[in-house]
């Protein structure tokens, strides 16, 4: 049987230098790139429009229009053949008027599906509500796992949770990837899917408190026992699950290939804390209390 809680160090070795990593990302864009991510147009305010096009057009030659205009680093993504959707600085009324006029003379009788503003004010109250809703989140899962099981599974769930919330932003920050609101919907997601994995092994440690018991067998070895029996279940789950993110990232469209990347990243992360991180944490902090 593999020796998970005596090989604790090197996971943690291995969390530590992510973490590190993670955050030198978030301070390098801070400090180099101006802000701490690359926050879109729903945390940053901005303007969103959708057209559709008479025939299929690619995303270079609406970029050039759009060139023309100073707005080279705006995001242009497709929709099935005919559909572009573009997000941008926030644009006046005449500018906008004035390249859809000029996408018209090109590609001919270009409709316009919708256009969107969001200023600054709105895009940093969304920012004030993700926060929110991660940090109320994490207050309900403390609660759940404190009543469930003991306080210190609820710190150690609560520890991986953050770890890889903090990893996965780190990652995507590294990346300098679009952050928009489904990027909330993942950390979520991802959370989650981590706190679900993590409570499938206490089970199995409470479980495997009451067959062996304390007495016969230290608390490390029934956690590597316990880690040890639902390996299989989680490498299945997670395996599953890749391959269905994998899909929609490669297959999927172009607004939802973001959203699948954080939960590719996330669902990875959040399976090596559940078996590497939490339940050691657990078994560390039993190991101390009996020491006192």
């Not at 998970?4 to 990302?25: D, E, N, Q, T």
């Not at 890749?242 to 959203?259: E, N, P, R, S």
């Amino acid at each position: 049987m593999f020796d998970f809680v005596g090989k604790r160090k090197y996971w943690f070795i291995l969390s530590g230098l992510l973490v590190i990593l993670s955050l030198a990302a978030l301070i390098y864009n801070s400090t180099v790139r101006g802000q701490v991510m690359n926050f879109g147009i729903d945390f940053s305010g901005g303007t969103m429009i959708s057209l559709r096009f008479p025939e299929a057009v690619s995303v270079q030659e609406v970029r050039e229009v759009l060139t023309k205009h100073g707005l080279e680093q705006s995001v242009i993504q497709r929709s099935g053949d005919k559909d572009i959707y573009i997000r941008t600085t926030e644009l006046e009324r005449d500018l906008r008027v004035k390249i859809l006029d000029e996408l018209k003379d090109r590609y001919g009788e270009v409709e316009l599906l919708e256009a969107d503003t969001i200023g600054p004010v709105i895009g940093q109250e969304l920012r004030t509500q993700a926060l929110w809703a991660l940090l109320l989140a994490s207050l309900g899962i403390i609660i759940y796992v404190s009543f469930r099981f003991e306080f210190k599974y609820a710190v150690a769930a609560l520890i991986a949770l953050y770890h890889d919330a903090l990893i996965t932003t780190g990652i995507i920050a590294l990346l300098w990837r679009d952050i928009e609101t489904p990027f909330v919907a993942a950390i979520l997601t991802i959370m989650g899917y981590s706190i679900n994995d993590t409570i499938v092994i206490f089970d199995r440690i409470r479980e495997n408190i009451k067959k062996y018991g304390t007495k016969k067998k230290k608390f490390s070895e029934i956690v590597n026992i316990s880690i040890s029996e639902t390996l299989a279940r989680s490498i299945n789950t997670v395996l599953t699950t890749v391959i269905i993110v994998l899909a929609v990232l490669f297959f999927g469209g172009g607004t939802i290939k973001d959203f699948a990347l954080v939960l590719l990243i996330g669902f990875a992360i959040g399976a090596y804390s559940s078996i590497f991180l939490a339940s050691p944490i657990v078994a560390i902090w039993e190991a101390k209390s009996h020491h006192k």
